[in-house]
Antibody, heavy 118, light 108 residues
Framework: EVQLVESGGGLVQPGGSLRLSCAASGFTFSSYSMNWVRQAPGKGLEWVSYIWSSSSSVTYADSVKGRFTISRDNAKNALYLQMNSLRAEDTAVYYC???????????WGQGTMVTVSS | QSVMTQPPSASATPGQRVTISCSGSSSNIGSNTVNWYQQLPGTAPKLLIYSNNQRPSGVPDRFSGSKSGTSASLAISGLQSEDEADYYCAAWDDSLFVFGTGTKVTVL
């Protein structure tokens, strides 16, 4: 079964750090680009970052550039998002999403909640 | 980053047709294919339409997509109660991804 499972969310103070993980199974993880997408409470979807299959290219939304770092470990079928200097506006459900060859997010995880609050 | 605009809400009675628009620009919809996602309450988004008008396996043919110039649209014909959800368009935009603002569909 194709599956993505996020973990690592929680409550963190403003200025703090958190590392999210996404475990992939059921497909050849090393062959596909992966993404992080977030959704603030009651708000729409916001794309955060992507990483190519070989990690040769990464890109970030302006809202997280310089604070978040995406990475992957193809040997462990895992995707990560290191989040530093967290702000209240980073509070959201964070989803990892598989990017298909037709450039669509065709597989999503269940999401992990990140709350930035003092 | 560019914004793709959708109407905040749409509604219709069961069996009717509802259409959702997605207005973009030359850097996103005008240059790239459009995908549509359905998000049922409390769940993760699900891919509904890819490459402007293609349905993934398992998506009913009641859902259809189209694109013209810098705009795209999603149509739901024969609306059913289980179609009540949020719908988002999305596209590449100059090496970044952009989601539309989202449309809440209500089945009256």
């Amino acid at each position: 079964e194709v599956q993505l499972v996020e973990s690592g969310g929680g409550l963190v103070q403003p200025g703090g750090s958190l590392r999210l993980s996404c475990a992939a199974s059921g497909f050849t993880f090393s062959s596909y680009s992966m993404n992080w997408v977030r959704q603030a409470p009651g708000k729409g979807l916001e794309w955060v970052s992507y990483i190519w299959s070989s990690s040769s290219s990464v890109t970030y939304a302006d809202s997280v550039k310089g604070r978040f770092t995406i990475s992957r470990d193809n040997a462990k079928n895992a995707l990560y998002l290191q989040m530093n200097s967290l702000r209240a506006e980073d509070t959201a459900v964070y989803y990892c999403a598989h990017l298909s060859k037709t450039l669509a997010f065709d597989i999503w995880g269940q999401g992990t909640m990140v709350t930035v609050s003092s | 980053q560019s914004v793709m605009t959708q109407p905040p809400s749409a509604s219709a009675t069961p069996g009717q047709r509802v259409t959702i628009s997605c207005s973009g620009s030359s850097s996103n919809i005008g240059s790239n294919t459009v995908n549509w996602y359905q998000q049922l309450p409390g769940t993760a988004p699900k891919l509904l339409i890819y490459s402007n008008n293609q349905r993934p396996s398992g998506v009913p043919d009641r859902f259809s997509g189209s694109k013209s110039g810098t705009s795209a649209s999603l149509a739901i014909s024969g609306l059913q109660s289980e179609d009540e959800a949020d719908y988002y368009c999305a596209a590449w935009d100059d090496s970044l991804f952009v989601f539309g603002t989202g449309t809440k569909v209500t089945v009256l």
